[in-house]
């Protein structure tokens, strides 16, 4: 994917892939990792167990958390200062949880699905509804939209320079 692509693009491909590859942590992961121009991009292992609000527990959505890894990385290559890096990857992501809260009306994934899918029945029945094609997409794309443009070097600066 090239710099000048819109990461909910690729987001979108991986999330809604018929074989169901990617969960939610996996695919908003991948798609940065690419924008940002990561080593190995399409290793979305670190993100596995994210998705559902850590291994389907419904805490903090997936997009959250996997844009979380996503940030942290790039700030480790672009930081370093390992204090500094954590303290500007909590910011950037401590900015995304706000402005998501207010899009969403909340962050963990029990309460914006609606279905507890540690259960497998409600698992089932939360994919045969379909809910996460739109819901759970938009909250990706949300994250995605927001934190792909610190590819760009004065969108990264500003961002660091923001936090203070």
Known sequence: MAETEDPRELARELFL???NLYGCAEATLVALQTIFAMPDPSD????????GGVAYG???CGAITGAAVAVGRLAGVRI????????????IIQELVTKFETEFGG?????????????????????ASGAWRNGCMRQIEFAVAHLGELVDEDAWNQAV????
């Open 17 to 19: 892939r018929d074989d």
């Open 44 to 51: 979305s292992s670190p993100a596995m167990a994210l998705s």
């Open 58 to 60: 419904g805490g903090v």
């Open 80 to 91: 370093a200062d390992h204090q500094q890096a954590k303290r500007v990857a909590r910011g």
């Open 107 to 127: 962050r963990n994934c029990a309460d914006l699905i609606g279905y507890d899918i540690s259960i497998p029945s409600q698992h089932d029945a939360f994919i």
């Open 161 to 164: 320079r923001h936090l203070g």
